[in-house]
């Protein structure tokens, strides 16, 4: 039962179906969006009208299809493959290359016929044969008057590592699945925040208790007025509030501590501030106003003494300016910072209040997985090394040699020529 199961495993068709199972089931991942919430798969995903005929909200919640990479089932799979690989490996591989390695000497000379390629010689060249064997790196092993020779055995290596590799990126998205997480925060210049919004984690998943500070936050345009860049000026603090760490963080240049991931992804305005003449600071809450083109907000200031009159502030750039309307909608041009503005009362621009959006990320399985690829790259290379065999008999004056080869027969037959001729 035991060597039934274990050929099973390492059956190479079973392997495939497996392989087309988690393919499939990363493709339903894909097309699927992940860890959103129960309105939005009623919204995508109706009864009435299911996609692709089948796909509706409750067969995806039923089936765990809105989290499909955290699924046990997907686990399970993924387990299976590579216990699949490891019994192939042991069971096939191993024992493969063990062959490979030992002296295969040939005892008749029927043999050489069962070849790709082989022919025979005079005696009095087999010396000279040998040595131009030699001289091609083969490795000559000799029994009486029976050689046997090889080259490339490393080459036979290939498909252990390929087997290698696959279980190693298998195991870092598990491990990534299980121990990562993701969360993202809008905050306020000047404020210190920890990690709370979390967008997605896995089942073991520790959050870190970290606290960091928004030194601050700023805006690089470009002469047409675009966006060029966004820079936070971020601080890690330990448990008593001291700097550990400090750096300029930008899109895709984020800050790395212990293993998390500090992306720069978004930014707001959260109001302006102003100083009326006894030195009283005033600040007016911004709202945005939903733009597909560009972010825009916008907020009224009113004099309490004429409540039918105001100015309609409007702001889309952190480049220290607003623009300023009446309550009839006539524009009276731009306010800059520290300008001061007559509005019955004279008050001072004094500041514009921006928040950054943050993105933390960890996945501890990452490097798993990129020593996974690497080996795999390695293991391609390696495959192109050409394991090749020679066999020699000695034999009434004659010489019957003949060889064989994995890959670049038509290289091997040139080799092959220049030994003989």
């Known amino acids: 039962m035991k060597q039934k199961f274990s050929r099973l495993i390492a059956d190479l068709r079973f392997s495939l179906f497996l392989l087309l199972l988690i393919s499939s089931c990363s493709i339903l991942g894909t097309i ?6 129960v309105e939005i798969y009623k919204k995508n995903y109706p009864l009435t009208d299911p996609v692709f005929g089948f796909l509706t909200w409750d067969r995806i919640i039923d089936f765990e ?45 029927e043999q050489f016929y069962r070849l790709k390629i082989s022919t025979i010689l005079n005696s009095s060249s087999f010396n000279k044969l040998l040595l131009n064997i030699k001289k091609n790196k083969y490795s000559i092993f000799q029994q009486k008057n029976t050689i046997y020779c090889y080259k490339g055995l490393i080459g036979r290596l290939a498909p252990i590592i390929v087997h290698f590799s696959i279980i190693l990126i298998l195991l870092g998205t598990i491990i990534g699945s299980l121990f990562g997480f ?39 345009y470009t002469k047409n007025k675009t966006v060029a860049q966004f820079y936070s000026d971020l601080s890690i603090l330990d448990n008593k509030g001291n700097e550990t760490t400090r750096k300029t963080i ?11 991931y500090y992306y720069q992804t978004d930014w707001n305005l959260i109001g302006l501030r102003f100083q009326n003449q006894k030195m009283n600071t005033i600040e007016y809450p911004l709202i945005n106003i939903l733009n ?30 607003c ?24 008050i001072t621009f004094l500041e514009l209040i921006s928040s950054t959006g943050l993105q933390m990320k960890t996945d501890p399985g990452i490097p798993v997985i990129y020593s996974g690829f690497f080996s795999l790259m390695l293991s391609t290379l390696i495959s192109y090394i ?36």
């Open 65 to 109: 299809l809105d989290h499909v990479y955290k699924t046990w089932w997907f686990f399970t799979l993924i387990f299976l493959f590579g216990l699949s690989l490891i019994f192939c490996t042991f069971l096939q591989q191993f024992p493969s290359l063990k062959i490979a390695r030992r002296c295969q000497f040939f005892r008749t000379t």
């Open 323 to 346: 623009s300023i309307y009446n309550t009839s909608g006539q524009y009276l041009g731009n306010l800059e910072l520290n300008e001061v503005i007559n509005f019955k009362i004279p």
């Open 292 to 321: 597909k083109e560009r972010k825009v907000w916008l907020t009224v200031i009113l004099n309490k003494s004429l409540k039918d009159e105001g100015i309609l502030v409007i702001i889309d750039n952190l480049e220290g300016y």
């Open 386 to 421: 050409t394991y090749s065999q020679i066999w020699i008999i000695q034999k009434n004056r004659k010489i019957f040699i003949g060889g064989n080869t994995n890959r670049a027969t038509f290289e091997f037959e040139l080799e092959f020529f220049k030994f003989i001729k």
């Open 32 to 37: 699927i969006e992940q860890d959103q919430s």
């Open 182 to 220: 993701k969360a993202q925060e809008i905050v306020p210049k000047t404020e210190t925040f920890h990690i709370q919004n979390i967008l997605n984690n896995g089942q073991l998943t520790l959050i870190p208790k970290t606290s960091t500070r928004i030194n601050d936050f700023w805006i690089t």
């Open 250 to 260: 930008s899109v895709n240049y984020p800050l790395i501590f212990k293993g998390v």
